[in-house]
């Protein structure tokens, strides 16, 4: 079967220019055809993931939006802070394009029998343009959808399964038997909790609202820490003890919370040691900073020995790692799994041209847990 190609088709973009200003806007873009070990994927469905905001609207102050144009080509404008200017040099005056991910149907492939093999299968893909109409992409970019499997489901296969997946892979692979996530009632994180349950993991939620700690305990999760309850310290510490938890993986980034666990962890580890040391105990406690919903910086007071270890985890990172072998067995289970532990939700359906509302975005820009928007960019 074929299907009507056209030569253009929008894409979004996004500037920061030297005059200190962020704009917004969808740009013709021109359908090229695939080289030999590419596809023509018509783009279906995209998500707004929290790391696709930091390129979409970088450090705008978001009460500066304005937006002009029309309803079919809206342009948002915002002020960039003076302060932030600095750390942005690389992107200035670049109109660059956004998405990291997102699915849809193979219209067109080039000459190879691996790319042959996927023309008119619908498949997820990471594009890093993946908030357009068409977007060619290699092959080895591409995961093939089962025939039950809509865009919609597929839409968000890679970076949150893969996710979840690489921080048991990097939990297991530096000797950890238990680890914790924050920020866990979110789509990651529910899907995180199902992981865990199903390989047999302990795992210590964070959450920062009784709601969100009442929706993990529905879904099967034993140890749930509340950030905002008084006993917050004393009950992660117990959590800590009860599962051996060693490793943290912190989607917040900002504030205190990370401190916090590396000294619950020293505390949880003291509380059965026979033996004093004044360099606290030997067991390394590791965080990783995977997220930055609090951009404010990271504080801690020393109050775990000297056995510990913060840095920063990303899935790209991750990827390269690991090499091609053990990515195509991830990907494999998320294939199998994914309208079961790899299952997303969403809160809204927007297309291209509402993601440029000032509505839409300051919805989507606050990242609230439970709130993930998603963009169907052929749709009106």
């Known amino acids: 079967m074929s299907y009507p190609i056209p030569h253009s088709g929008l894409q979004l973009r996004s500037l920061i220019t030297r005059a200190g200003q962020l704009e917004l806007s969808l740009v013709d873009e021109p359908v090229r055809e695939p080289g030999p070990d590419e596809v023509l994927i018509r783009v279906d469905a995209a998500p707004i993931n929290p790391s696709d905001l930091g390129l979409l609207l970088g450090p705008a102050d978001l009460s500066t939006i304005k937006v002009t144009g029309t309803a079919e080509r809206p342009v948002v404008t915002a002020a960039i802070p003076e302060a932030t200017m600095r750390g942005l040099t690389a992107r200035l005056d670049r109109l660059l394009p956004v998405g990291i991910e997102g699915a849809g149907l193979v219209v067109a492939a080039g000459s190879s029998p691996a790319a042959q093999a996927l023309l008119n299968r619908r498949v997820a893909a990471m594009g890093n343009a993946m908030y357009s109409q068409y977007r060619c992409v290699p092959v080895e970019q591409c995961m093939v959808l089962t025939d039950d499997t809509s865009a919609v489901d597929g839409a968000s296969a890679f970076v949150n399964p893969l996710t979840a997946l690489g921080m048991l892979e990097t939990m297991r692979s530096e ?3 238990a680890l914790v996530h924050t920020a866990a009632a979110s789509n990651l994180g529910q899907m995180l909790n199902r992981l865990c349950q199903a390989d047999g993991v302990k795992l210590v939620n964070i959450v920062r609202k009784p709601e969100q700690a009442k929706l993990l305990r529905e879904q099967g999760a034993t140890y749930v820490c509340d950030s905002s309850a008084p006993s917050f310290m004393s009950d992660l510490t117990e959590a800590l003890a009860a599962t051996g938890a060693t490793i943290a993986f912190d989607a917040v980034g900002g504030g205190k919370l990370s401190g916090q666990i590396l000294g619950c962890m ?35 007071s020393r109050t775990f020995g000297m056995a510990w270890s913060m840095g920063g985890w990303l899935i790209m990172s991750f990827m390269s790692k690991v090499g091609p072998v053990v990515m195509q067995r991830l990907k494999d289970r998320v294939c199998r799994e994914l309208k079961t532990t790899f299952a997303s939700h969403y809160s809204r359906h927007v297309s291209l041209a509402e993601v440029l509302q000032a509505n839409v975005i300051a919805q989507y820009a606050v990242r609230a847990t439970g709130e993930k928007f998603l963009i169907l960019p052929n749709e009106v």
Do not use: N, W
Not at 266 to 291: D, H, P, W
């Open 266 to 300: 020293e505390a949880a580890i003291s509380s059965t040691a026979t033996e004093y040391s004044r360099y606290g105990s030997s067991t390394l406690k590791q965080v990783y900073l995977y997220g930055m919903l609090d951009s404010s910086p990271t504080q801690f």
């Open 175 to 177: 000797g950890h038997s």
